[in-house]
């Protein structure tokens, strides 16, 4: 039986949540069926090293995504792939315009944000009117779904909604060699909050939140870098937060979300958070801004999580000192999300999908 050719899109295979996806998604499928590419603008990212071997990666080797639109195509003019998945927004919004060029494949578009909160530009925006021409779109929550159909007139029969997996080996893995980070201080209770440092993650409101913990005994610890560091490090100076430490990117997160007493999500919107999935993974319980991208989805409360408006700076620096001060079962929390979210659940998902587009 002929292999089913799949070329997977990607910027490039940096740390991130699509690209932890479509690692994982190339990686898990079954290869008596498939025959997965990843194509990449740069062939860079710490998840070459996860990558299985016979994953032939495609180098365009292009700096921006909007030069990268021609050497894509040429690439699958010349290969004649089966599906197309590509799974980065802007990279879905450019290539949709292009896909009645090439009826025999069958082009996927996994949504990576809530577009309307995400995408800013006009030009981009423009794009999106041609999402239809993509035979199945993949949203990871019903927020997403919902403002696509709403805002985009995408057809409601070309979505699916599949949540993201949460990789229970890779992570308990990690967690083996796991010690408790030295700066978590033993007297203190120990706060994690992991993303990129930008305006959408909401990392000003949470330093606002903790300038009201200023006289308890609590630390908060802060992990990933972005274009906004100097701002949030002028930020606590200036609200005086010697209880906040911004670590930068840490090769092993888990093991701050393992010993952590709470995990913080301050988003002003999301996909569907990885980071989230991940804290539940490692047992710790989180208190989730009430924003856009699946956080209730994710969060059954009082089981796994809370969540609340991060906005009322006084309302939720109470919530943490609230949670702060009652203790949670571990075990409830973990099976919470590996009932759900679990690699083998979600990945069965999209083979699914692709074998349905095939053979439908």
Do not use: W
């Not at 197309?84 to 927004?89: N, Y």
């Not at 879905?92 to 909160?117: C, D, G, H, M």
């Not at 199945?136 to 070309?158: G, P, T, W, Y």
């Not at 060699?177 to 990129?196: D, H, M």
Request: with cysteine; net charge positive.
């Amino acid at each position: 039986m002929k292999k089913i050719s799949v070329i997977f899109i990607l910027p490039d295979l940096e740390t991130g949540g699509a690209e932890r996806i479509i690692t994982t998604i190339a990686n898990h499928l079954s290869r008596d069926r498939f025959e997965p590419k990843i194509l990449l603008l740069r062939k860079q990212g710490g998840y070459l090293n996860f990558l299985k071997n016979d994953v032939e990666i495609i180098d365009i080797n292009t700096e921006r995504i909007r030069h990268s639109l021609k050497p894509i195509l040429s690439e699958i003019y010349r290969r004649k792939p089966d599906i197309v998945f590509s799974g980065f927004g802007e990279v879905n919004a450019y290539l949709s315009l292009f896909i009645k060029l090439f009826p025999k494949t069958k082009f996927i578009a996994r949504e990576t944000n809530v577009v309307t909160q995400h995408v800013t530009r006009k030009d981009i925006k423009f794009f999106y009117s041609f999402y239809n021409n993509y035979e199945r779109i993949i949203a990871q929550s019903d927020d997403m779904m919902k403002d696509l159909i709403e805002n985009f007139n995408v057809k409601q029969r070309k979505i699916i909604k599949i949540n993201n997996p949460v990789d229970f080996d890779f992570i308990d893995e990690k967690l083996l060699y796991s010690q408790k980070p030295e700066c978590f201080k033993y007297n203190y209770k120990n706060v994690v909050a992991i993303g990129n440092l930008s305006a959408r993650k909401g990392f000003d409101n949470l330093l606002k939140v903790f300038s009201r913990l200023k006289n308890e005994n609590v630390l908060l610890h802060i992990l990933g870098d972005g274009k906004d560091r100097e701002i949030l490090h002028q930020m606590k100076e200036f609200l005086g937060l010697k209880h906040v430490f911004f670590h930068g990117r840490q090769e092993n997160p888990y093991q701050f979300l393992k010993y952590a007493d709470l995990f913080i999500l301050s988003s002003r919107y999301e996909g569907f958070p990885n980071v989230l999935l991940e804290a539940g993974a490692c047992g710790t319980y989180s208190l989730a801004n009430n924003c856009p991208g699946g956080i209730n989805e994710i969060i059954q409360n009082r089981v796994n999580g809370e969540v609340s408006d991060i906005d009322n700076h006084e309302d939720f620096s109470q919530k943490i000192m609230s949670i702060l001060h009652q203790s949670y079962d571990k075990e409830a929390i973990r099976s919470s999300i590996k009932s759900r979210f679990s690699k083998n659940i979600i990945l069965d998902k999209y083979e699914k999908v692709l074998l349905d587009l095939i053979y439908k």
